[in-house]
């Protein structure tokens, strides 16, 4: 029993990585990656009719591949589904990333809209 206990949370460790891990702000289900940290007070978050509008800002020492791979292999444990290499959606939204600067100083757009 205690060896099944321990698989099965090793296990949920290996589908959900970024559950003890810090959301972005605006965002209750869109981990930060580590290595990231949030641009304080650069976001907007907007309701409209249509639905809501978020985005929020990320820097860190980090390359665009791994922020890349880093989405790419845990957003779907989340709900969100990759309709294009930089863009996720779920239900009836739409998560964008996007790139400013390189290594050293990378910037993420994290954008979310209606789809």
């Known amino acids: 029993m205690r ?7 090793l ?7 970024a559950m003890a891990q810090e959301f972005l702000s605006g965002f209750a289900d869109v981990p930060l990656m580590p290595g990231l940290v949030m641009v304080e007070d ?5 309701d409209s ?3 809501r509008i978020v985005e929020s800002y990320a820097t860190g020492d980090v390359d665009r591949g791994s922020v890349e791979s880093f989405y790419r292999n845990t957003l779907p444990a989340f709900g969100w589904t990759m309709r294009e290499p930089h863009r996720f959606v779920r239900e009836e939204e739409a998560l964008s990333l996007d790139f400013f600067g390189g290594p050293g ?3 993420v757009r994290f954008t979310l809209a209606p789809d």
């Open 3 to 9: 060896a099944w206990v321990v698989a099965f949370a």
């Open 42 to 46: 650069a976001g907007i978050v907007f």
């Open 105 to 107: 100083g990378l910037t």
């Open 11 to 17: 296990g949920v460790g290996c589908v959900f990585p």
């Open 49 to 51: 009719p249509a639905g």
